[in-house]
């Protein structure tokens, strides 16, 4: 039964977002999705009891919880302030949650805009991958009203094992930059370390064994691992361009507050590089084989 429990609109169903679906779908709640070009196939989705919507305006007069989860802070605005967009069809008393990574000024002017229009809003990002999505176990990084947070608790705890209250509205977009910061920072610090010691013919198991066991160990380590060893970039799908979006957005939130962010342009600036030598799609570990075969980061 889903008669108590709360209409949800989905706006993106691509690889994290289909996973956020096919979540809710599982816990009995009842989903409509925006229809997208970007949407990853919805047949299992809609056999499983999705309906569809092609203007995001309908979706969200359908909807007592929206949820949007998109690229970052553009399409975040375009979703919700162009014509037919989500902000013309919201009902007063119904909330946004914003699951994209975003830049936090925007988040605000967003908020603000939802608010005026009578309903709540929460900035949600994620971490962890599209498998997690898909099982109900991604992480959330929450900013909002507290009361809003709690009340929408049993809609985010289906699609998340562990949730994380920030602060305010704004507050979970900029944790979650932080947080990439420092995934995406020691990435290309252990990418760099990594070709240096291919260079060096270093054996690839005992470079990782050492770090493993000291200060080099963690997260970042056991996804660049396979791909440092033997090529292997499966644990680690996240998109260089991806990684340059939030390395820019970060510097930007740097910049807003006038906080220091010299290594965090330098590590942009990387991203930057091998995005432009057409390594634009691939995964972050390839950094490994870039930066040794180029290793001033020059593009060749």
Known sequence: MTSNKPQIGLI?????????????????????????????????LLAAGAKTLPKASALAAAADILIICVTGSPQVEAVLFDADGALQGL???????????????????????????????????????PK????????????????????????????????AYAG?????????????????????????????????????????????????GGVVLNRLRPYIESEDSSGFVFSISNALKDMGYYCTMAEEQDSHNALANGVKRLYEQAAETGLSQSPVPTLVSYLATSPTGTAK
């Open 91 to 129: 009902r007063p008393g119904s909330t946004v949650i914003d699951c994209s990574t975003a830049i936090p000024s925007s988040t605000r002017k967003i908020a603000q805009a939802v608010q005026e229009a009578g309903c709540d809003f929460l900035d949600a990002p994620m971490t962890r991958t």
């Open 12 to 44: 993106g169903a691509g690889l994290m977002g289909s996973g956020i679906a096919a979540s809710l779908l599982r816990n009995g709640f009842p989903l409509t999705i925006l229809e997208h070009a970007g949407n990853q196939p919805l047949d299992k």
């Open 168 to 216: 305010g509205v704004g507050s979970g977009h900029q944790m979650k930059l932080l947080h990439n910061y420092v995934s995406l920072g020691f990435s290309a610090v252990l990418a760099e370390a990594a070709a240096c010691a291919r260079q060096a013919g270093t054996d690839p198991k005992v470079f990782c064994d050492i770090l493993a066991a000291g200060g080099g």
């Open 132 to 163: 997690e999505a898909a099982e109900g176990r991604l992480n959330l990084i929450v900013g909002g009203d507290k009361n809003v947070f709690e009340k929408c608790l049993p809609v985010l705890q289906s699609y998340a094992e562990n949730i």
